[in-house]
Nanobody, 121 residues
Framework: QVQLVESGGGLVQAGGSLRLSCAAS????MAWFRQAPGKEREFVAA????????AFADSVKGRFTLSRDNAKNTVYLQMNSLKPEDTAVYYC??????????????????WGQGTQVTVSS
């Protein structure tokens, strides 16, 4: 059974940085989504299992980057220049079918427990 374990959330001031990690039990196409209070879940970023292809939401382009360590089956979301509007619970998700990167949450079968990111102004 595939499991995802997230870590790295916390409280940071606006303009600061955080790095989220998502450890899986295999190498899959992975994505990050986030959900702020009272809002719908939204796509943040995704990386294909090969590590070659990535996609980012317009709201985070130029500020967030993805990397992965396939030896550790871990994907990292580096978040720089954080803004208060980035405050949300961040979830990583895995596509068990080794698909292309996608912003559609329905393409991801396994989800992590979520980690809170809070950006103060």
């Amino acid at each position: 059974q595939v499991q995802l374990v997230e870590s790295g959330g916390g409280l940071v001031q606006a303009g600061g940085s955080l790095r989220l990690s998502c450890a899986a039990s295999g190498s899959y196409t992975m994505a990050w989504f986030r959900q702020a209070p009272g809002k719908e879940r939204e796509f943040v970023a995704a990386m294909r299992w090969t590590g070659v292809s990535t996609a980012f939401a317009d709201s985070v382009k130029g500020r967030f980057t993805l990397s992965r360590d396939n030896a550790k089956n871990t994907v990292y979301l580096q978040m720089n220049s954080l803004k208060p509007e980035d405050t949300a619970v961040y979830y990583c998700a895995a596509d068990l079918n080794f698909g292309l990167v996608s912003s559609d949450a329905g393409n991801y079968e396994v989800w992590g427990q979520g980690t809170q990111v809070t950006v103060s102004s």
